[in-house]
């Protein structure tokens, strides 16, 4: 057979982190007790109120493909969340369930991303995002950000680098790794310059709503004309169901799914039903509890790793990351991840999955564990820095 | 924002079979009595060892993120089933569990097709398939098959097609829409044909298991070096909760795994647990009951709209689909689908969704319905006709 991979998988590189977590789990296997800071996966279990409403549904074994949009209680149920939580009226009709944001990410970059169109990411940014652009044959290009603009774009920045073949932008805010979100009065600033380019903005905020002191914040705020990427797998905590969704302008809804039909079918029946119940009074109260829980995290985990010399400039306001400058102990964040695992049993991720800019200086830990497990942590960083 | 879609949308269609299906719902709200053979999915709820198994991991709520290649239990059980179906030893590291059979032709694709990058396919033939290589950039070349060839490829087609632009081929067999298989000894023959332009051999078995009269036939019985698509929706009968897998090189393994983390992350957990139990004793018997009742269906189905008319020269010998040849009563078969439907309440596909190779003289009719409801139809078309 010709062996010959497509060439986009040259620019498809494997997650580092991934090394990490299986020499973790190495190490487990021969008995050394393991702190997994290195995966970006919340430790609680499925909320009670969408465990009952599957239970429910899973009784009756009516479990068949759905409308490639999604069943229209969930996108009615999602509408609902945008007036609840930012006061705007997004018509069911513009929201499209999604099997994760993974699939969000991926129909907007079907619909938009023609061969050699360039998308402007931040860097450092989550690896999975600039790698949707390359499978659809366009080009990531990845601006650095540091401290200064919190690790995120501004209006400036991205009017300064566009270019011909520009054809869009992808904002995460708030950003995987980083934890920190496009400074206040930025966003709107942001969708104003994209419009004046005559681009597509493309906002990720998959982590919306676990945020901490600041209040969530939607591109959908400032223009229809915009893409929204969602996820029940942060703020909702339901990683394993596989569930997000995307709101897009209206007249692409139709293309968006054509594609949806094409590529999945539809998401997953079952994840669909339970997480209606995520926008019940329980279910909401449930994330607000971890919400909380995740803040209290945050609040004690900077200021420790603050004490022990990593240098963490700007405050994570939302998710659970934190990322961590730690050129106080080293040049090589790949290495010094790994020596700190052997030695501690303490994994976190290098700065080279999120791409190149000062990341052989920066690691991300994630305060996705308990708070116990965190001052244990701390104490074992400690004892080895 | 700039309209301009990326250049692909150009070429992939909405399903027209979801215009009548669209249809049919309207009339059904109106209080019309309809019977639906438009969409292919089986009308069985979920297999109850299949719901089981969900209850048991749904109670605990651990329902996170998996590897992206899938829970290892679930591999190991389709390496079971190779044993057991084929007598073939398939190394459960080849295994890769996906999100549905969707995410197992996307990841394929992803994976070796690259820009204009011809890949052959049958017409008529699933339009999705045709589809995943357009999302890829590449083109699907579609090579018109008829009665004499049981709609599907044969080894000789495919070596007087073979164009210097021509990365491999895409089997599906069984087919939908056709219900048939590619002749006895056949599969072989294009295995080895494809070998020996160098090509690469991706073979969709997504019905494979729901055979009548003949057993079930996989590509990977002739050579490693396939790519074997495979659903839990079929045989198996659970559609809604979007499971399938991928049997692919072991060269390919890691690059594929990649790819899946990237784009999927992982497979939903729940479908994945509860899938385990497809392969236990239980899991076996309700398939194979469903089976024999498919059978039941299409022996009368196939027999009763023959003397109506419909012309069937090819018997289907899986699935639960009839590719009819109405060329008796029309020359147009999407209006003649929408007359019969507001005619007789009767809902069902016409060919232009699978290709151009006379699909206006052809419609695909799914007996993915009870007896009661074939008959019921049946006497209804015979009234109409």
Aim: contains cysteine.
């Amino acid at each position: 057979m010709n062996t010959a991979l497509a060439a986009r998988l040259q620019h498809i590189a494997p997650f580092h982190v991934m090394e990490i977590a299986t020499h973790a789990r190495t190490l487990q296997a021969q008995g050394r007790d393991v702190i997994h800071m290195e995966i970006g996966e919340p430790d609680f279990p499925s909320p009670p109120p969408v465990i009952e409403a599957a239970q429910a549904l899973l009784s009756s074994g009516h479990i068949y493909y759905t409308s490639a949009l999604g069943i229209q209680a969930l996108r009615e149920a999602i509408s609902g969340h945008y007036k609840r939580f930012y006061n705007l009226d997004i018509s069911p009709d513009r929201i499209i369930v999604t099997a994760g944001g993974s699939a969000a990410l991926l129909l907007t970059c079907a619909l938009l991303v023609n061969r050699d169109d360039e998308i402007l990411l931040t860097d450092p940014s989550y690896p999975c995002n600039r790698h949707f652009v390359r499978v659809m044959e366009g080009v990531p290009r990845m601006l650095s950000v540091g401290a200064s603009e919190a690790y995120q774009f501004t209006a400036d920045l991205i009017d300064r680098a566009w270019s011909a073949k520009t054809k869009g932008v992808l904002v995460a805010s708030p950003s995987n790794p980083t934890g920190t979100s496009v400074r206040e009065g930025e966003l709107k600033k942001i969708v104003e310059c994209v419009a004046a380019h005559q681009g597509v903005m493309i906002s990720d905020e998959t982590y919306a709503g676990l945020n901490y002191g600041r209040k969530p914040e939607t591109a959908l705020a400032y223009s229809d004309d915009v893409f929204s990427i969602n996820s029940f797998s942060k703020y909702f905590t339901m990683t394993g169901w596989r569930l997000g969704w995307l709101v897009a302008p209206s007249r692409y809804v139709r293309k968006l799914e054509t594609l949806a039909q094409n590529l999945y079918i539809s998401p997953a029946a079952l994840s669909q039903h339970a997480a209606i119940a995520c926008f019940s009074e329980a279910g909401y109260a449930v994330a607000e509890a971890r919400r909380k829980e995740f803040e209290a995290r945050r609040n004690y985990f900077v200021d420790a790793l603050t004490k022990l010399g990593f240098k963490i400039p700007i405050m994570p306001d939302a998710g659970f990351f934190v990322y961590a400058d730690v050129s106080a102990f080293t040049r090589d964040s790949e290495r010094f991840c790994t020596e700190i695992l052997d030695r501690t049993g303490v994994a976190f991720a290098p700065g080279i999955d999120f791409g190149e800019h000062r990341a052989r200086e920066h690691v991300r830990m994630a305060y996705a564990v308990s708070l116990e497990k965190l001052k244990d942590g701390v104490s074992r960083l400690a004892s080895a820095l």
